[in-house]
């Protein structure tokens, strides 16, 4: 049995960690840190978890608990991460950090959207952790940046343009990501911003120009095409829990049908178990892929306007962070990619 801990896990990625793993043949989860709810037995906190942490209590987070752990998942907060993960690499430990901490290889690039950058020296040892685009680096990592929400719901629809035969196709200076998403993307900790008359029956955007996750799809899209990408990228607050949906406009280059980039976006992701390619005309919903580690992804052509419109959809809590993580850990450890991860969608 892999001995893994979470650090951080009394918040809605630590719940979907527990949720997860309590699934998982191969692992054991030996320590869960929270300073608000430490002392207090897994279930007190999550009852939907009642019989399967009943003995296993959440701990404070100071003096490393669970060292005899193997594998760390980071649910830590932005900044949290890059003071930890030194002492843990250091211990030879393996971790999947769900926080912004390790995801830009640049660190001028996180100081400019984040802050200050404590370890920049692990920064170019950090693995993308976006298995459809970088398992092979994923299998020998030691430190695995678990990608944000949106940019995985974007880049995975993007993908094709940029890693194959329809590089090209697109004008990579024309795109426009415009993301929605249900409000668990905030986080647990009560806002009014968040709460449940703010929200509903309402629906805005919200860091116009000015997201944090801009940068890491730019990152990532450079690093597959070899040339600096400047896009547009609007996010949007759903009325609803959970559930990210994204629509991809870019203008083409070159003349292409829909059926033709359909049928090239299934090759592309043939054999992959998590990516769906919608055809027969339907088109991704974020109730399809509720609860589940999928990301279905759609396209039309607008011949008139020549663009490409890719709509994909996930959830957020899920594909979006603690089933991506728990799929970074079975490649980084040797498991069947998708155990635990097989649920079919609620």
């Known amino acids: 049995m892999l001995k893994v801990a979470i650090l951080g896990g009394s918040g809605y990625t630590g719940l979907e960690l527990l949720r997860i793993l309590a699934r998982h043949k191969g692992v054991e989860v030996g320590s869960v840190t929270s300073r608000q709810y430490s002392g207090k037995r897994i279930p007190e906190v999550f009852p939907c978890l009642r019989g399967y942490y009943d003995n296993l209590k959440f701990t404070e987070p100071s003096g490393f608990p669970g060292m005899d752990a193997e594998l760390f998942f980071l649910s830590l907060p932005h900044g949290a991460s890059q003071e930890v993960a030194p002492k843990l690499l250091k211990g030879g430990k393996r971790i ?4 912004a901490d390790f995801r830009l290889k640049d660190p001028r690039v996180y100081e400019k959207w984040y802050g200050r950058h404590k370890s920049k020296g692990l920064l170019k040892y950090a693995v993308y952790g976006l298995p459809e685009l970088f398992r092979e680096e994923i299998k020998t990592a030691s430190l695995v940046a678990n990608p944000g929400c949106y940019p995985t719901s974007a880049l995975l629809a993007l993908a094709p343009f940029f890693n194959g035969d329809l590089r090209g196709v697109i004008d990579a200076g024309s795109i426009i990501i415009d993301s929605k998403s249900g409000v668990s993307g905030a986080g647990r900790a009560p806002t009014l911003e968040t709460s449940f008359v703010e ?75 998590f990516v769906r390619v919608c055809g027969d005309g339907t088109l991704p919903d974020i109730r399809f892929v509720r609860g589940s580690n999928y990301c279905d992804i759609g396209l039309e052509v607008d011949e008139r306007t020549k663009r490409v419109i890719i709509i994909s959809a996930i959830d957020n809590l899920v594909k979006g962070a603690s089933g991506q993580a728990v799929q970074n850990m079975n490649i980084m450890s040797g498991f069947d990619e998708q155990e635990a991860l097989n649920a079919p969608p609620v």
């Open 96 to 99: 999947v950090d769900l926080s």
């Open 199 to 273: 929200i509903s029956e309402g629906f805005r955007a919200y860091k116009v120009a000015s997201h944090r996750h801009t940068p890491e799809m730019e990152e990532v899209l450079k690093g597959l095409s070899g040339k600096n990408i400047t896009l547009t990228f609007t996010p949007h607050l759903l009325p609803v829990a959970r559930g990210i949906l994204t629509t991809v406009y870019a203008g083409i280059k070159k003349p292409v049908k829909t059926a033709a980039l359909l049928k090239y976006y299934k090759d592309y992701y043939r054999g992959e178990p």
